[in-house]
T-cell receptor, first 114, second 115 residues
Framework: NAGVTQTPKFRILKIGQSMTLQCTQD?????MYWYRQDPGMGLKLIYY???????DKGEVPNGYNVSRSTTEDFPLRLELAAPSQTSVYFC?????????????FGEGSRLTVL | AQKITQTQPGMFVQEKEAVTLDCTYD???????LFWYKQPSSGEMIFLIY??????QNATEGRYSLNFQKARKSANLVISASQLGDSAMYFC????????????FGAGTRLFVKA
């Protein structure tokens, strides 16, 4: 039962570098999300997708990009990393539309930008 | 715009006692869902309980219950018979609308259970 899988779990970047956080789910969920969690804080929505080929911005999209070419995969791209992007990133998904259906989360990716 | 507020940064409870974690929300949509998640120190997010805006009864899941007061726009989590393993961050979350996509989270409450 893989669920939502994120890679890498840890990464250190230098300022200005770029990287992609990978997220894949094997539950055939249409809805996928990227959140960031700063230390001691709640989760902020970066981007979300309601199906392959459809993405939209969340609360804090600046500095990030996403794509959704398949139902399973929803990678998050960081361009020109900045110290403000030091955070824990969570990928999540759910199956049902509307306001029911809990989120299934990956284990998180801890990113440090130095 | 939807908003979730958790006003208790930290709470202490004695083992075996009950504790209430507060959550208030704001939305203009009559259709919405409310969720509680637990985040232990290991970092994973664990779904606890769900309440729909049209549900007539308060949701319960084992030792967790949700005190839903629609007129007050509050959705407090009640944990009965606290255990040491309940020490964690707790997040209230909401997704609004019949075609709801975005789940937003409150800032969280850190619960400490004392032996």
């Amino acid at each position: 039962n893989a669920g939502v899988t994120q890679t890498p779990k840890f990464r250190i970047l230098k300022i200005g570098q770029s990287m992609t956080l990978q997220c894949t789910q094997d539950m055939n969920h249409n809805y996928m999300y990227w959140y960031r969690q700063d230390p001691g804080m709640g989760l902020k929505l970066i981007y979300y997708s309601v199906g392959a080929g459809i993405t939209d911005k969340g609360e804090v999209p600046n500095g990030y990009n996403v794509s959704r070419s398949t139902t399973e995969d929803f990678p998050l791209r960081l361009e020109l990393a900045a110290p403000s992007q030091t955070s824990v990133y969570f990928c999540a998904s759910h199956t049902r539309g509307g306001n029911t259906g809990e989120l299934f989360f990956g284990e998180g990716s801890r990113l440090t930008v130095l | 715009a939807q908003k979730i507020t958790q006003t208790q940064p930290g709470m202490f409870v004695q083992e075996k006692e009950a504790v209430t974690l507060d959550c208030t929300y704001d939305t203009s949509d009559p259709s919405y869902g409310l969720f509680w998640y637990k985040q232990p120190s290991s970092g994973e997010m664990i779904f606890l309980i769900y309440q729909g805006s049209y549900d007539q009864q308060n949701a319960t899941e084992g030792r967790y219950s949700l005190n839903f007061q629609k007129a007050r726009k509050s959705a407090n989590l009640v944990i009965s018979a606290s255990q040491l393993g309940d020490s964690a961050m707790y997040f209230c979350a909401m997704r609004e609308g019949m075609a709801g996509f975005k789940t937003i989270f409150g800032a969280g409450t850190r619960l400490f259970v004392k032996a």
